[in-house]
């Protein structure tokens, strides 16, 4: 009888101290679970190689720190992605600190191609930094027309008529491809919906392979805001979704690149387990306690 | 005046932005209007800026509940303001704050969500009625078909992973398509009471 009760207000330290456990242990001894990507994650990595060597492509990096454990592997492997395929990468960012995620993002790039003897992208030619941008959706469509009226100087404070790579990249047009790895607002809305409002080009259709004149847009999210984005890829306004750590697991496979997120996976998956059954157990002993006093009542 | 003069300012710029869809000639002054929000917008960030301020050292004056927080909320502004003012941005004690303690402090934050999310699943998430039975069963499955674990060993079987998948394609998709298109409504409805002045909060009015 006193079982019941104390399980039903179980003191929260233990859950705690549970999750931590669950967390902590597969950090330590790593399982090796099995990664299988999902077809969002495929969509997104498919639609990627499908952009032609050579083309210019804007990433946006919409998020701070707090969800960089989700992201900031998203944005590590996509990065490596663009340069594998020599393409050229415009960085921006519709939240205060996206450019300084880009920068890390891009030191932990650099010494990935380092590491495996390829040439490292030159700043100015190969990427470019355009920092912070205050406006949402207005900085969208100012895109359209005039990277200049909108970016005069890129993060380091250089004017961007002096970067070559912006030559090539006068409006939104000039883009393959929208890239945006977003926490919230803005984010993947904005870019989704503004976009096309503002007339960009618009996307291929499923099972197109010459994207020339057509830009994708695609996108990376936190977990908790992923399923929000599902009726945008029923649509095929948006061409692929990674959703959470497991989406940057996915893309880290796809890559063969395994990263932090794919290191992360038998953790979130103990975590995940132990929540269910915290969830089980809660429910027995919820009836066990309702049982209890209805037998007490009659 | 005071009033009708901003009322006037709302109507004519998004009427603008409204007419520049039909009609190509207000498309230059919708341009304009673009660039003029974008530097209007930053004053948000001065006037965000000096209310933080003004309400910690407030807080600290009066020494309300929680006042010593303030401290090292107005040190850690300044600090941070500072060292990319003398320094700047890209390199320096700016970058060395954003990496070794911006970066940790907010991760860390984020990171407490899943002994919250534990806790609070474990007290409120019981089956009291059919629907909240359907929403556990649903949980459960997208919260193991999320993880490899819901795709090895014996739960390879269950298929939670396929499963997982369908739930978000298909029930998850029409309910989000129902609150975007509810809230797009909505917006349009607020939207229109704005331009023509019959929502006034943003006046400072009730």
Partial sequence: MGLVKTMSSLDRRIIFLVVALAVIIPLLLPIGLPIKPTAPVKAFYDSTELIPEGSYVLISFDYDPATMPELQPMAISLLYHCFSKKLKVVMMALWPQGPQMADLAMEVVNQQLQAEGKPLPEYGKDYVNLGYKSGGGLVIIGLATNFGAIFPLDTNGIRISELPLMDKVKSAHDLQAVFSLSAGDPGIPAWVMVSRMAGYPTPPQPGETDITGKMLILGGATAVSAPQFYPYLNTNQMQGLLGGMRGAADYETLLALPGTASEGMDPQSIAHLVIVIFIIMANIFFFLEKRQEERKAT | ?206
């Fill in chain 2, 1 to 206: 005046m005071k009033k009708q003069f901003p009322l006037a300012i709302v109507f004519i710029a998004g009427m603008i932005f409204i007419v520049q869809f039909f009609s190509p000639a207000f498309t230059p002054i919708q341009e304009r209007f673009t660039h003029w929000y974008i530097v209007v917008a930053v004053f948000a960030f001065v006037l965000g800026l000096a209310n933080l301020t003004r309400l910690n050292l407030q807080k600290i004056h009066r020494q309300q509940e929680g006042w010593i927080y303030s401290i090292p909320l107005l040190i850690g502004l300044a600090g941070m303001a500072l060292c990319s003012f003398i320094f700047g941005i890209e390199e320096g004690p700016f970058v060395w704050l954003f990496n070794n303690m911006m970066l940790p402090m907010s991760a860390t934050m984020f990171s407490l969500l899943a002994f919250f999310v534990a806790s609070a699943s474990y007290r409120a998430f019981r089956a009291r009625h059919k629907e909240a039975v359907m929403l556990l069963v649903a949980a459960v499955i997208v919260m193991l078909g999320q993880v490899p674990i819901g795709s090895a060993g014996f739960m390879e079987h269950l298929r939670l992973s396929d499963i997982t998948q369908w739930i978000m394609a298909y029930p998850n998709m029409a309910g989000q398509r129902a609150i975007m298109i509810g809230a797009a409504l909505g917006v349009v409805a607020i939207s229109l009471r704005i331009l023509l002045g019959i929502e006034r909060a943003y006046l400072g009015e009730d």
